[in-house]
């Protein structure tokens, strides 16, 4: 017996080394059953929440959501490259640029069915002429959002941004670009322009503004002209919509003058992990019905007919905010990619906000 029993112990650890063996390759190489996830960068408040919870249930997919302020912090992030999206939603001219430094994939139609919806005069962009990595989301126009009992004659210039009567009552843009931009035109120049002369001109005059401003801010605008904490601020058109839903004291203008016009568009980064979710989250954001539930939350006017007919075109068209006059929208000009002068703008505005 005792003989026995010296084999039998070896054997049983041989056995035992065997099986943990056998599970360990077979939890190793089975189909992982990890959740699918995408990664989407989006601007702060540009989506209803309770469609990224819908795409959820839908398909299983969970979505990582981050949020960025300006087309800037988004691409410097990008272009850094220590992350990878899935899918981000910049505006034109950083879509151009992103296209030529090759930080965007083209986008396989075949997989976004819905983009029948989306109106064609939306496509075909200077920023994407071939529409092959963007689809369109969002658009709009820059202006003044005002409080109606303390602006009282409505504002036709973008000279009420220079007005004394509102020091320390304004709000500006926490946005080198755009606010460099309406700079510009205020200067009688062009928002694009990369002349030093010209930039000169815009610096001096938002230095000359600065005392007067109450602050440079982002999504933070909409909270604070709701609760009537400065009578006029550089708004994007879809937060004016956004604040005169809450409250009957504001109203919007797009300045004489002219302004910018933006189209804002879902794109996937070069570097996208999940390209199948990424396209399947984006077909679904072009749905009729989540593009329109989207709407009716986010405020921007949108370039999906088929969720405006949905909602009603005629309401739709109704706002003159997001369905400006042809005579507004020709004195409107979408930002151009501007390439090393970039930095031009950046160097101005970090000496605009510094010691704000
Ligand atoms: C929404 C940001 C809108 C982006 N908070 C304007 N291009």
Known sequence: MAKNNKKIVPIAIVCALIAVAAVAAFLLTRPSKEKETISVYNWGDYIDTACLDLFEQE??????????????DMYAKIAEGGSSYDVIIPSDYMVERMIEEQLLQKINWDNIPNIVNIDPRFLHEDYDPEAAYSVPYTWGTMGILYNTKRVTTPPTSWQTLLD?????????????RDTLGIALVMCGHDLNSTDPADLEDAKNLLLEQKPMVLAYVVDEVKDKMIAG???????????????????DDL?????????NIF?????????ARNVSGAEKFIDFLC??????????????????????EL??????????????PQEVLDKCHVFKYLGDDTKLYDQIWTEIISDF
Request: proline share 7%; glycine share 4%.
């Open 251 to 259: 109203d919007y203008v797009v300045p004489e003058e002219g302004s």
């Open 59 to 72: 398909t299983g997919i969970e979505v990582i959501y981050e949020v960025f302020e300006t087309n800037e």
């Open 311 to 324: 909602m009603g075109a005629d309401e739709y068209n109704a706002s003159p905010v997001n369905n400006p």
């Open 287 to 308: 749905r009729a019905d989540i593009a329109a539930m989207n709407y009716e939350y986010v405020g921007y006017a949108i370039p999906n007919t088929a969720a405006i």
């Open 164 to 176: 004394p009567a509102y020091a320390n009552d304004m709000l500006m843009l926490n946005s080198p």
């Open 263 to 271: 189209y804002d568009s879902i794109c996937i980064p070069a570097n």
């Open 229 to 247: 904490e400065a009578s006029v601020a550089l708004v994007w058109s879809g937060d004016a919509t956004f604040c005169m839903d809450e409250s």
